[in-house]
Nanobody
Framework: QVQLVESGGGLVQAGGSLRLSCAAS????????MGWFRQASGKEREFVSV????????SYADSLKGRFTISRDNAKNTVHLQLNSLRPEDTAIYYC???????????????WGQGTQVTVSS
């Protein structure tokens, strides 16, 4: 069992940055691909980014490449998502997830966090 707790969300102006963090419980963190999804109000949850279990490979939603950066620290059981050049359309609840690699498997993660709200004002 893996428990995930996100932090770092908040209100930011367009063009600003945020760094989301996800802390995971358990001793098996390094076995899981870790990543992020987001869900805007009235929309379906969508994939944002994933990082492989040992951190050597990453993948991003095409529309987010170049603005978001995912990283992980297996010694601290944490994964981060750096959000830069934020836009109002990035407003959503961001969910941390743990699952399998590669991306095709990660799209249905095994574990979810409770989510953290990101709001970008224009």
């Amino acid at each position: 069992q893996v428990q995930l707790v996100e932090s770092g969300g908040g209100l930011v102006q367009a063009g600003g940055s945020l760094r989301l963090s996800c802390a995971a419980s358990g001793r098996t963190f390094s076995r899981y691909a870790m990543g992020w999804f987001r869900q805007a109000s009235g929309k379906e949850r969508e994939f944002v980014s994933v990082i492989s279990p040992l951190g050597g490979m990453t993948s991003y939603a095409d529309s987010l490449k170049g603005r978001f950066t995912i990283s992980r620290d297996n010694a601290k059981n944490t994964v981060h998502l750096q959000l830069n050049s934020l836009r109002p359309e990035d407003t959503a609840i961001y969910y941390c997830a743990a699952g399998s690699w590669p991306l095709s498997s990660f799209r249905t993660p095994n574990y979810w966090g409770q989510g953290t709200q990101v709001t970008v004002s224009s």
